[in-house]
């Protein structure tokens, strides 16, 4: 079973194709934070870095987050749904 919810982010700061920052404007979850994604050109093409600092602000919810889930679960998640989308847009992937 999988559960879905809506999480309202707020656009903090943004340097065209270079810096974004975004932060949780729901204050009724149990958890927060903000998320900074840059980029910049490397020796073999383009380098992302993604920055949380994030918040869990529920003890029962911060222990299933760090013993259940797995902290790094959701981000694990989209880097490897980022990856496909990239292999898929650069013909490497179906």
Do not use: C
Not at 23 to 44: C, M, R, S, V
């Amino acid at each position: 079973m999988k559960i879905a919810i809506i999480i309202i982010l707020v656009l903090v700061f943004l340097i065209a194709e270079q810096k974004l920052v975004t932060h949780i404007a729901d204050k009724n979850l149990p958890f927060g934070g903000t998320w900074t994604y840059e980029i910049a050109p490397d020796n073999q093409g383009t380098t992302l870095t993604i920055t949380e600092h994030g918040e869990v602000y529920n003890p029962v919810f911060r222990f299933i987050s760090r013993f259940v889930i797995g902290h790094t679960a959701q981000i694990d998640k989209y880097f490897d749904s980022l990856g496909t989308r990239l292999e898929v847009l650069n013909g490497t992937r179906n």
